[in-house]
């Protein structure tokens, strides 16, 4: 987890994206469902997260979404609501984060590894325009890996594996950037650089020479 790496050593940078490129709480969607629900908070949070869980590894839809989170939480919540509900798990993107991202690109490959869903993802760049409108997201980064399209799910060595080999990169000289530590842990083991993004890291800390 060493934040005094040589850059010069990489040439590749795994991104993840949530706690690295846009703020996150992870844990406001659930709060809230919580508090609108009567049924028991432990049972009712353990569902939540299975369904998050094959939300985001691509086992269910968008619809399938909605209506299981519904129906474990006994709301009646319209599509738009809960979409809405669900994004509040998300923050800001950094005005800056467009340009640093563009100079780190022109030196080493970029790509994003993400355990993530469509609707945040349609969020994220909404959010990314608004607040970048010079560059579009996808410009940014040689390869975008969601958890929902390649039905893989960090912390899982198979999730390293695929994109090592999907991008042909060499573990040696690629770097895992990710605010979870037991992600950081399995790239860790898997051969990978890594840097743990802690609350008080930001990317210009990291890359101050760029």
Known sequence: MNTNLDLSKIDAIMFDLGGVI?????EAPYKKLLTMSDRNQNDLLKDLRNIAYQYEIGIINDREFISQINH???????PIVLENLW?????YVPSYMGDL???????KRTFILSNTNPIHIREVKKR???AIPNYTFESLFEKIYYSYEINLHKPDLKIFDYVVNNSKLNPSSTLF???NKNNIISALNYGLNVIYMNPS??????????
Do not use: C, H, R, W
């Open 22 to 26: 846009i703020d996150v709480d992870m």
């Open 72 to 78: 474990v939480s006994g709301l009646n919540l319209p």
């Open 87 to 91: 994004n509040e798990m998300l923050g």
């Open 101 to 107: 991202l563009a100079k780190i690109q022109k030196e």
């Open 128 to 130: 990314f325009q608004q």
């Open 177 to 179: 950037i990710d605010d």
């Open 201 to 210: 890291m930001t990317l210009p800390k990291l890359f101050k020479d760029y």
